[in-house]
């Protein structure tokens, strides 16, 4: 049985997962509703207490619309920074808090690092399955904008090759990401630091010049202003990574005599199973340190991934409450209908029919709140990655999935069943009271 | 054709002791139309409630073949599907269907075979009763007379032998109350029904074959009218 579960594609056991969540409720209606025909009535119900059941969809609407924002939110997210992080296959720098480097280096979130020197960056480089090294260095910004020294090799490769504009040439040119506020051929001053402790007058006498604009990556990188490692270098009056005879040199091979440091080296192997046997090379106690920055990721949503159960659970109970809240509404609103209840059973109708209408009743409201919190919970959640994506420029997309409509279906099933009760309390009562009520 | 009654020693209880409704014996034939008068709070509703099955209660009461207090109850439910219509003083409607929906009420709950031919039946009633250009209309616009009238027709849908009456015209002015027992009187005398109406309307009263008079709970007048 489960060999043929799992032989099922992903879809067909989403599929047939949804169908077994709802398939008690459907159970439960058909049994019900056979042989009686009490939607008229059920319609005559809710017109009759419309306010009260507008209230009741939009609640049920409202707490099943944020249950299933957040959690499509949540996945966005972890699918957003997995992206971001996807063009830095291996990261090495000196040791210490491999988060912070990532957050450093993947997400450009400011830090104070230690600087790999040349000796070492010369031996990344040249390591026979290394394919692009690329040094990364931090520390200066325009404006909002980090502003970032690397090589035009990895440039390149994080716009995709697309580059509005052309590549760096010399060592004052620059390449603006895709929401910087300069435009081609504009110059600007790169400050030392970031925020307000930016020293806006360091660097008075760099002018550097935008000459290109890589294409939306969908990462922090979009804010940043990328130039020849050697410029950032220059501009802090160092030695630009080349010997004397070749400063006008843009881009690897650098001199290890005249390379003046940098923090993070970027690095992709020339097949997958060599990154494997880069890292172990290069983790080494007090030199260097590196690591995989998904794997980091990873780690991390593992962490995370607890917070995730509590946020479900924390959403499954709050729906839990509404629809506790819907049932006892359901409990008061037969009170108001009991004398149609028990007109009902004076006619003859039988118990069976009585208990359809108030399930009916009960199965629409919160069928009906469950499928507008669908449209909420798509609502909310393209609410909330766009707040996300413009507060972090981690591009979040957060399409509903697979997760969310089988808690909606659980959800769904649950109440259905649970509405029952006030069903049943319904027949309890005495049909002449009600006729004298 | 409407059921004959045989009530004996019936003893309604209503809790802690007291007895609401005592009656040691009465006979009706099918089709009788009959009143039953008598101060407020003296039993006659929980008579026609008891003759309905809606209340338990000790001694025998035979519709027919049928003994009714030994159904249990969902029998005795299918039983007054079948056999019993009831019109209460309010007319208890759905106010947010039309008449025609009203009228043909009980379909809903009906075999679905059945249903078309109750639907046909509920139409005919209405227009029997005059209304059958009205069948459309929402009852919330109807007059309190219009009202009782769908609930006759709702009441006499099914066919049944047997038609309980509470205060049919207690909430109706006095020409539409008039016009009403008219339409109520024939369509039962014309189907054979058998009608216990309860009613301090003696306009009603004077029109049944006989009249029973219930204070305290028992039965102290049982007369045939000139009607």
Redesign the interface.
Known sequence: MSDLWYSLPALAQDIALTFALLLPALLVGALVLRGFAPWPLTRAILWRFRGASVMFVLLIAISVGMGIGLLAQERGLRRGTAQAADKFDLVVSAPGSELSVMLAAVFLQPTDMPLLDGATYDEIASHENVSVAAPLAFGDSYGDAPVIGTTAEFARDLADDRIEGRMWQASDEALAGALVPLGVGESFTPAHGHGDAAEGDAHGDAHLQIVGRMAPTGTPWDRAILLPVEAVWEVHGLANGHAPERAGQIGPPFDPDYFPGTPAVVVRAEALWANYALRSEFTRDRETMAFFPGAVLAGLYAVLGDIRQVMSLMALVTQGLVAASVLLGLFILSRLFRRQIALLRALGAPARFVFAVVWSFGAALLVAGAGLGLLTGVAAASVLSRVVTARTDILVTAPIGWSEIHFLAGFVSLTLLLSLLPAAVVLRQQVVDGLRA | MGLPLTISELVVPGGKGRVLLSLPKLELPAGALVGVRGPSGAGK?TLL?AL?G??EAEGSIRWGETELLRLG??RR??????N?G?I?QDF?L????DAG?NAA?????R??RE?AAMRLRASKRLSALGLGDHAGRHVSSFSGGERQRVAIA?AMA?EAPVLLADEPTASLDRASADRLIDDLVHLARDSGTTLIAVSHDRHLTDRMDRVLTITDGALLGDEATAA
């Open positions: 509703s409630y309905a809606l209340l109850a969902e439910t299918r039983f007054r599907a079948d019993i009831m209460f208890l759905f106010e947010e269907l929906a009420l009980t379909a809903l709950f075999p679905r249903r709702r099914a």
